[in-house]
């Protein structure tokens, strides 16, 4: 059973940056892909960013190409995501996902078995 950890997070002005990191239990041979996504109040999940666990390729939606980066740590077992040029608009729970699929369904919810307990992300004007 592959167990997800998130951690950072927190407060922050628009413009500023923050990071979120996610935690690998041992059995990341069992992941193709690993992912990012937010949940916020009354919107529905929303993809943000993916990985490719084996060579670190990365996949962004449209909302935060160029600004946010997604990385791996393959030793460490860790993902994290750099968020940068914060908007009001960046604001919710962020969650991370481990996934078995196929590149062309990362950006689907359904796509990820594991996920973790999620981390607010607050971004004041």
């Known amino acids: 059973q592959v167990q997800l950890v998130e951690s950072g997070g927190g407060l922050a002005h628009a413009g500023e940056s923050l990071r979120v990191s996610c935690a690998v239990s041992?059995?990341?041979?069992?992941?193709?892909?690993m992912g990012w996504f937010r949940h916020a109040p009354e919107k529905e999940r929303e993809f943000v960013a993916a990985?490719?666990?084996?060579?670190?390729?990365?996949y962004y939606s449209d909302s935060v190409k160029g600004r946010f980066a997604v990385s791996r740590d393959k030793v460490n077992r860790i993902m994290s995501l750099e968020m940068a040029k914060l908007e009001p608009e960046d604001t919710a729970t962020y969650y991370c996902?481990?996934?078995?699929?196929?590149?062309?369904?990362?950006?689907?919810?359904?796509?990820?078995?594991?996920w973790g307990q999620g981390t607010k992300v607050t971004v004041s004007p």
């Open positions: 996902g481990g996934s078995m699929s196929v590149l062309s369904e990362i950006r689907q919810h359904q796509a990820y078995k594991y």
């Open positions: 990985i490719r666990w084996s060579d670190g390729h990365t």
């Open positions: 041992e059995r990341t041979f069992e992941l193709r892909f």
